[in-house]
């Protein structure tokens, strides 16, 4: 009894110290991928498995008609959104999916499901769909691995197109993004420091190009911070559009003053351009 607990001891001891088994990566039959793009200023990203044709029939065989599909291989195919959007003129939320479909001879329904991490469509949960959506097929050239891709897109929409054997799936995406950042930016400048000018700044730029009042209040919180050649001959220039000449050519000319001092100096072109403004300022008077 002895013996066998010393051969068991010393069995334990020989496994603890053998080296631990390396963890060997082999290639996936249907590779990882992923695609991302940015509409205005929110992030969509796809993080999918890729099958390829290899040679069968892919629609109503290998993929059944009327059968919920992971929409790749592997794990079921991944979609964030940093923002709330609309697909295919339905809200969703931001946040993490799971994306389902099911395909149909002459129509499809894409599926977001909000359990994101899921192995194929085997667990999948019709009950925690968060939206559905139907869209048409239509043919499309040869792609042999199943690929995900943002052929369009703009400041505020964007396709998502899912390409794979001779069929290409349209998925619109449309993002309300001036209300996006409008949000964004009176929270960036609410959170600033108080030395911070540029935040404001920038937030004061993109309200003033949208037309939105409060681009006045984000310049002055700006110059409070730190008056600068910039946000000074911006609230020139704004005083000027408004008809204040007197105004802009007094502002105008404090921005020229900071100029002189300001470390880092600012481009010598723009304070150039901006001098020959304020004395056309001065010769309008």
Avoid: C
């Amino acid at each position: 009894m002895k013996s066998r607990f010393t051969l068991a001891a010393v069995a334990a001891a020989v496994l603890a110290t053998a080296p631990a088994f390396a963890d060997l990566k082999t290639p996936r039959p249907s590779p990882n991928g992923s695609v991302m793009q940015t509409i205005g200023v929110t992030d969509v990203t796809v993080t999918y498995s890729r099958p390829g044709v290899k040679g069968r029939v892919i629609w109503g065989e290998l993929v059944p008609f009327d059968a919920v599909w992971r929409t790749g291989a592997n794990e079921a195919t991944r979609i964030t959104f940093s923002d709330d959007v609309m697909v295919a003129g339905k809200k969703l939320a931001a946040g993490t999916y799971s994306l389902h479909t099911l395909p149909g001879k002459t129509e499809w329904t894409v599926i977001f499901n909000s359990v994101a991490d899921q192995w194929g469509s085997y667990s999948y949960d019709e009950k925690k769909d968060v939206l559905r959506v139907t869209l048409k097929p239509e043919a499309a050239p040869m792609t042999e691995l199943m690929t995900f891709s943002f052929p369009q897109a703009t400041a505020s929409t964007a396709t998502l197109a899912l390409d794979w054997e001779k069929l290409r799936l349209s998925i619109p995406i449309e993002v309300d993004t001036p209300k996006i950042v409008r949000a964004k930016a009176k929270d960036a400048v609410a959170t600033a420091k108080a030395d911070d000018w540029r935040t404001p700044l920038q937030a004061s730029r993109w309200a003033r190009d949208a037309k939105l009042p409060e681009a006045d209040e984000y310049l002055e919180k700006s110059i409070a911070a730190k008056p600068t050649f910039a946000s000074l001959s911006d609230k020139a220039k704004a005083q000027a559009e408004k008809g204040k000449k007197a105004d802009a050519i007094a502002t105008g000319e404090k921005a020229l003053a900071v100029a002189k001092t300001q470390d880092p100096k600012p481009a010598p072109e723009a304070i150039a351009a901006f001098e020959k403004t304020v004395t056309e300022w001065k010769s309008k008077k």
